[in-house]
């Protein structure tokens, strides 16, 4: 297995927390959760956190992914050199993070000081995921494919076959389908190519984490292996 195939399979269901009320302990017990029920993955998120709660969630977060093999990557936006950051995996980023006057330079450094570290970055168009992996991101989430309430009048939705046409013009990038993403149409998601799909919503708001990310991870997992077997994309 290839490098890309491996990293692609990290990322087969990508849970980005928000943990609004919870606190970093009721936040770990879903995660725990989440990674029983299939999440292959987890970024940190808790944009409202105060820098000790982050240093917390991370320390218990850390726990939760590290005996079961599951990366934990943070939101760059919470980037700190004061963070307990030999407990990240990696890290997510976005625009703000990655032009001039954000961290690049440091995040660069970082990764390039540990190659076993991963970069993330949010795409919203197949221009960025071009430019960005010739500058060295291997993997990207696409979004918003669906309508979701944090893009609502920002952003209009993709839909799944976006992936699709990002795909051709990026194929050796890892892609991650994002926004909106349900049991219902992740399996669209994987069809149009996606290698994964990346939720928040689904799984931290629902009353049994487990079971969401179970149901969540078996139709990824099959909807793989119908694409794998040639079955006709879904527009």
């Given amino acids: 297995m290839n490098a890309q195939n491996v990293l692609a399979e990290r990322f087969r269901l990508y849970l980005i927390t ?11 017990c879903k995660v725990e959760k989440a990674i ?11 944009k409202h956190f105060s820098f000790s709660l982050v240093v917390r969630t991370i ?7 590290r005996p079961r093999g599951v990366p934990l990557l943070l939101n760059a936006t919470l980037w700190s050199e004061k963070l307990p950051l ?6 997510h980023i ?6 001039e006057g954000g961290v690049k330079s440091d995040l660069l ?22 430019r960005l992996y010739e500058e060295g991101i291997p993997a ?7 309508p979701t309430p944090s893009k609502e009048g920002i952003l209009e939705p993709l839909g799944p076959a976006y992936v699709n046409v990002t795909r051709r013009a990026c194929p050796h990038a890892v892609l991650i389908g994002l ?6 149409n992740a399996h669209d998601v994987i069809l149009n190519g996606a290698d994964g799909v990346a939720v928040m919503r689904a799984i931290m708001d629902a009353k049994d984490p487990e079971a969401i990310a179970y149901s969540l991870r078996t139709i990824v997992d099959a909807a793989a292996r119908m694409r794998a077997a040639g079955v006709p994309k879904v527009q």
């Fill in 36 to 46: 029983r029920g299939g999440v292959t993955a987890i970024q940190i998120r808790e």
């Fill in 86 to 91: 030999d407990l990240i995996d990696g890290l």
């Fill in 179 to 184: 926004g909106g993403i349900s049991l219902e």
């Fill in 140 to 146: 990207f989430t696409i979004s918003p494919l669906y």
């Fill in 59 to 65: 320390e218990l977060l850390a726990d939760a992914c």
């Fill in 18 to 28: 928000d943990g609004k009320a919870c606190s970093p302990e009721e936040l770990a």
């Fill in 109 to 130: 450094e970082w990764v390039k000081a540990d190659s076993r570290k991963i970069l993330v970055y949010s795409a919203h168009s197949k221009e960025e995921v071009v």
């Fill in 94 to 99: 976005q625009l703000s993070t990655w032009q």
